[in-house]
């Protein structure tokens, strides 16, 4: 049987993917510098500047597993972003914020703030902030929250994965995907089932991920 942890260590490390922080499913962080570290450096506003920079300060926090640090830069920087008016990184930055509150096992209150900021970020028509947030409650869900929760997060990392598809982002289309894995392999309820389907996301993902080893 695949283990999750395994598949997403393996399949992201050579791409600059997510880093699974204290061995936690649903804590990957999405390593923001490798996207951000040169938007810091370029001619940003002096907002989008400290927002940036709080927020990079933050994932390195998290990674050291100094999570109320963490937590205090990233709703600065979220706030900072949000006045900006720049919907991605205020997903980046609410994705960031439900990983620490996952690793703080505070599991209902990360999946309250996602669902709070899919409603208002569906409202500004930000198709990629939405689909982040899709997959935030995705891992947040995929285990430890009962089958029907479970059942949802398998929902949501698909319709996440295809929107990333639709997008071109080849990226979080593997990212979405390997939350799929993780529902698929945690189901209760019908566990060949689970293997097989987190076996053809599995594969699904490998096309993504090839694809974007070109597109590198």
Do not use: W
């Not at 810091?40 to 390195?60: D, F, I």
């Not at 972003?81 to 509150?101: M, N, P, Q, S, Y």
């Amino acid at each position: 049987l695949l283990n999750p942890c395994s598949v997403q260590h393996a399949a992201m490390a050579p791409m600059h993917g997510p880093i699974l922080v204290g061995g936690i499913l649903g804590v990957a962080t999405d390593v923001l510098s490798h996207r951000y570290a040169a938007a810091a450096r370029g001619s940003q506003a002096p907002l989008e500047q400290q927002a940036t920079a709080l927020l990079l300060a933050a994932e390195a926090h998290l990674i050291e597993e100094e999570d109320v640090l963490a937590l205090e830069s990233v709703r600065e920087a979220k706030a900072k972003f949000k006045a900006a008016g720049l919907e991605d990184a205020v997903a980046d930055a609410t994705r960031l914020i439900v990983h620490i509150l996952v690793y703080q096992d505070k599991r209902k209150e990360a999946d309250d703030i996602a669902r709070e900021e899919l409603a208002r970020i569906r409202a500004t028509q930000a198709r990629v902030g939405e689909a982040k947030i899709m997959l935030s409650i995705a891992e947040v869900n995929c285990e430890r929250r009962g089958d029907k929760c479970r059942e949802e997060s398998a929902t949501m990392a698909s319709q996440a994965a295809d929107m990333f598809r639709a997008a071109g982002d080849r990226l979080f289309e593997v990212i979405a995907s390997l939350a799929g894995i993780s529902s698929q392999l945690m189901r209760q309820d019908d566990q060949r089932r689970g293997a097989a389907e987190g076996l053809r996301i599995a594969r699904e993902a490998c096309d993504a991920m090839g694809q974007l080893g070109h597109a590198a």
